[in-house]
């Protein structure tokens, strides 16, 4: 059974949006746009949100979980390959042989996933495994 917000979704992935809003299908619009606030009023709490970005951050909406991963420089894009699990993605093919294990917060879909690459960061959207709110009765032994 699909949500109302999963209908929602499909019907605004189908729609052309008006010039400028094109960045609304973009997961990360969200996250610039504070950091732009956050550096024009609080340029101190900015330098720090900078300062933490080396590594990947993963956040998560109502049905995703997103993956931003800063790409090293050196990386051979036919080499880079992205394995996803429901619990963790892995990236190979990072300069050295080298691969990357995420741990992601919540269970995903691993066949239902989008990947790419821009301005150096591997964005990575993946979609929430519904969770177990169904209760099962289980037998009593008396």
Same mark, same amino acid.
């Given at each position: 059974?699909?949500?109302?917000w999963?209908?929602?979704?499909?019907?605004?992935?189908?729609? /052309?949006l008006?010039?400028?809003?094109?960045?609304?299908?973009?997961?990360?619009?969200?996250?610039?746009?504070?950091? /732009?606030?956050?550096? #024009?009023?609080?340029?101190?709490?900015?330098?720090?949100?900078?300062?933490?970005?080396?590594?990947?951050?993963?956040?998560?909406?109502?049905?995703?979980?997103?993956? #931003?991963?800063?790409?090293?420089?050196?990386?051979?894009?036919?080499? %880079?390959?992205?394995?996803?699990?429901?619990?963790?993605?892995?990236?190979?093919? %990072?300069?050295?042989?080298?691969?990357?294990?995420? /741990?992601l917060?919540k269970?995903? #879909?691993p /066949?239902?996933?989008?990947? %790419?690459?821009?301005?150096?960061?591997?964005?990575? #959207?993946?979609?929430?495994?519904?969770?177990?709110?169904?209760?099962?009765?289980?037998?009593?032994?008396?």
């Amino acid at each position: 059974m699909t949500s109302k917000w999963d209908e929602l979704e499909r019907w605004m992935e189908g729609q /052309k949006l008006p010039k400028g809003f094109d960045v609304l299908r973009e997961p990360d619009w969200v996250e610039q746009f504070v950091r /732009k606030m956050m550096t #024009k009023s609080l340029p101190e709490a900015a330098g720090m949100m900078q300062q933490q970005d080396d590594g990947p951050s993963v956040f998560e909406t109502h049905h995703f979980v997103f993956v #931003k991963f800063p790409l090293p420089s050196g990386v051979e894009r036919d080499s %880079l390959r992205l394995f996803v699990r429901e619990d963790r993605i892995r990236i190979d093919g %990072l300069p050295g042989d080298r691969k990357e294990t995420v /741990k992601l917060p919540k269970p995903v #879909k691993p /066949k239902i996933c989008r990947a %790419l690459v821009k301005n150096g960061v591997l964005q990575i #959207k993946l979609r929430k495994r519904p969770g177990g709110a169904v209760y099962y009765e289980a037998p009593i032994r008396w």
